[in-house]
T-cell receptor, first 115, second 115 residues
């Protein structure tokens, strides 16, 4: 069974640009969550999607957005990039949504560097 | 607000020693879930265990064991007879029963097992 796939794995952008990251969940999983990992703030929840609907959103500015498609694949977008957006962005999938979720299955992440 | 504290930033032990990783949490929810994840250098978070707030039984899985104590709001993780392959960053995480706000992670403990 293929795991969670994130693309691209590495990317470099400059301030002011925008970026789109992609996540393909494990087959059959309908929930996709996104997390940002930085050395200073650690792992922080961005948002969760289930059946194409955003269920929860973390405390991030509106520059961070996402969506989920009918095949459960998800994308997140960051507009007007800032230096502080440099981070490892992790995607996780699970069969269910919310508190009934068992373990989350994480991808290897997309490492974004903003220059 | 929820909070997870992993006071140990880094632990270094010699192979075959036992090691305990501490985790203390704060939440106002009566129903919640606790998790431990392992993050090897590849970046993906690997699920180790989930405990719900109504299940205080300790658990043992091979060389791994977990001690959940609601009275002290702690969920500690012990590795017995550590091995070099156990070297990784370990995260403790908390999620409310309602599932809002995703997982709240601790800052992680970097475990180094020296041969």
């Amino acid at each position: 069974k293929a795991g969670v796939t994130q693309t691209p794995r590495y990317l470099i952008k400059t301030r002011g640009q925008q970026v789109t990251l992609s996540c393909s969940p494990i087959s059959g999983h309908r929930s996709v969550s996104w997390y940002q990992q930085t050395p200073g703030q650690g792992l922080q929840f961005l948002f969760e999607y289930f059946s194409e609907t955003q269920r929860n959103k973390g405390n991030f500015p509106g520059r961070f957005s996402g969506r989920q498609f009918s095949n459960s694949r998800s994308e997140m977008n960051v507009s007007t990039l800032e230096l502080g957006d440099s981070a490892l962005y992790l995607c996780a999938s699970s069969p269910n949504a919310g508190g009934r979720t068992g373990e989350l299955f994480f991808g290897e992440g997309s490492r974004l560097t903003v220059l | 607000a929820q909070k997870v504290t992993q006071a140990q930033t880094e632990i270094s032990v010699v192979e075959k020693e036992d090691v305990t990783l501490d985790c203390v949490y704060e939440t106002r929810d009566t129903t919640y879930y606790l998790f431990w994840y392992k993050q090897p250098p590849s970046g993906e978070l690997v699920f180790l265990i989930r405990r719900n707030s109504f299940d205080e039984q300790n658990e043992i899985s091979g060389r791994y064991s977990w001690n959940f104590q609601k009275s002290t709001s702690s969920f500690n993780f012990t590795i017995t007879a550590s091995q070099v392959v156990d070297s990784a960053v370990y995260f403790c995480a908390l999620r409310s029963g309602g599932g809002a706000d995703g997982l709240t992670f601790g800052k992680g403990t970097h475990l180094i097992i020296q041969p």
